[in-house]
């Protein structure tokens, strides 16, 4: 066989590749690395690994052009919560390419972005929506912790390890501080975790008022083991449980809803431990450093305040020395003039009364003289009013039973009339009236 050259066995192979797999296939494999360009374009490094070492099989080089990933991106992202990125698997439909110069690559034409959220992550984003939508996601988050959390509610099995490491460290710590704990068993693996948790969670609420935190432990395990931590129920009960939840159940790489709605999330037990501990750690250093600012400015008030009472003192004694002497200047002064004022006034005041004195006795011979006059003519009208100087020009006065009669209508037959003169009385009966 005659020999070809390279771009001519290339050329052989992109044919043979095109007339073998026309098609678009369906491809399984995880992200080793991905990278964006400036023009829009993603380019990816795609591997497979044995499940029973995590060693590399296969490895290719793929292609997502711009105006696909543009498309594709963002459905992606708003489907799984992620990016592209590094670890995660995907489900991909490919084209094969091969080309001259650059050799092997695949063509990304879609991505499947519910393979990469799997059943379980989608019923995860599922159940965070959920509590996101019905307002509760964060009530537990923001509740206050206490400054100094000093008795601490525990769920966990009795037997696990990291009960025993959490209370072990808890009540061990370097720094002597006081934790009061008190243990609600509660199975934290299997089906009824659940079920038991929340069990767990209502009787610690009926000593609601006893406890500054509630601590679920469970240290690590697979990412099935922790399913029962993914349930809405429980979440739901930890993100509305009134005392702030400190949840410590996975390991570095595992997180779980209850982890998301809690108040804080550690990693592992010895973790939850740790916390509380640096809570009283860190308020002893607040205390300590207030002391300590306290002490200084105590001091630097004492000393300002003595030397302020130094000058003020001085200032003092300055002060009322020249004070008594205005006020001595001023008290003589105000002497001389309270005399000579208290002369001027009796003298205007003793004038005022003689030329008051003379206006009252004018005003009042005044009165005497004008108050004569009237008394005389009101003499003079009573004497002319007098019934007797009536009765002596020959006029009289009739009377029946003591009443003087003006109209006859008033007397009847056979009544007394009583009739007075000028002299003398006439007593008469009545025999007939006429108008």
């Given at each position: ?135 509760v996601i964060d009530m537990n988050r923001e509740l206050e ?16 390890a990291g009960y025993g490491d959490f209370v072990d460290q ?265 108008k």
């Amino acid at each position: 066989m005659d020999p070809i050259g390279l771009y001519q066995l290339n050329t052989l192979v992109k044919q043979e590749l095109k007339n073998r797999f026309p098609d678009t296939f369906l491809v399984v494999a995880e992200i080793a690395d991905v990278k964006e360009n400036r023009s829009g374009h993603c380019y990816l490094e795609l591997v497979e690994k044995r499940e029973e070492d995590d060693a590399v099989i296969a490895m290719a080089r793929a292609t997502i052009w711009a105006f696909t990933y543009r498309m594709l991106k963002p459905y992606f992202e708003t489907t799984t919560g992620k990016s592209l990125q590094r670890g995660i698997k995907v489900l991909v439909s490919v084209e094969i390419v091969f080309h001259e110069l650059y050799g092997y690559s695949l063509n990304i034409k879609n991505i499947d972005p519910t393979f990469t959220v799997g059943d379980l992550e989608r019923k995860r984003k599922e159940i965070i929506d959920r509590l996101t939508r019905e307002g509760v996601i964060d009530m537990n988050r923001e509740l206050e912790l206490p400054l100094l959390p000093k008795t601490i509610a525990v769920i966990s099995s009795p037997t696990a390890a990291g009960y025993g490491d959490f209370v072990d460290q808890l009540h061990r710590n370097v720094y002597g501080y006081a934790f009061h704990t008190k243990l609600f068993p509660a199975v934290m693996q299997g089906e009824k975790t659940t079920e038991s948790v929340i069990a767990a969670l209502e009787r610690i609420y009926e000593y609601e008022a006893l406890f500054d935190v509630v601590v679920i432990i469970r240290g690590g395990g697979s990412q099935t083991d922790l399913g029962s931590f993914d349930s809405y129920d429980l979440a739901a009960n930890v993100a509305q449980f009134p005392i702030p939840v400190l949840a410590g159940i996975g390991h570095e790489r595992d997180e779980t809803i209850v982890d998301r709605v809690a108040y804080r999330s550690v990693k592992t037990p010895t973790a939850a431990a740790a916390f509380l501990i640096e809570r009283f750690n860190e308020a002893e250093g607040r205390l300590e450093v207030a002391k300590e600012s306290l002490m200084r400015e105590a001091k630097r008030i004492l000393q300002d305040e003595k030397t302020r009472q130094v000058v003020k003192i001085t200032e003092l004694k300055q002060f009322t020395r020249l004070f008594l002497e205005s006020q001595e200047n001023r008290l003589m002064l105000a002497s001389q003039r309270a005399d000579h004022a208290s002369q001027l006034f009796i003298g205007n005041r003793m004038n005022y009364l003689e030329q008051l004195k003379a206006k009252v006795e004018g005003k009042v011979t005044e009165i005497l003289t004008a108050n004569r006059y009237f008394l005389e003519l009101a003499e003079t009208k009573m004497k002319y009013a007098d019934p007797k100087n009536i009765l002596e020009k020959g006029f009289s006065i009739t009377r029946v039973n003591g009443k003087a009669v003006r109209d006859s209508v008033l007397v009847r037959e056979g009544d007394v009339l009583e009739t007075e003169l000028f002299k003398g009385i006439i007593r008469s009966e009545v025999k007939d009236t006429s108008k």
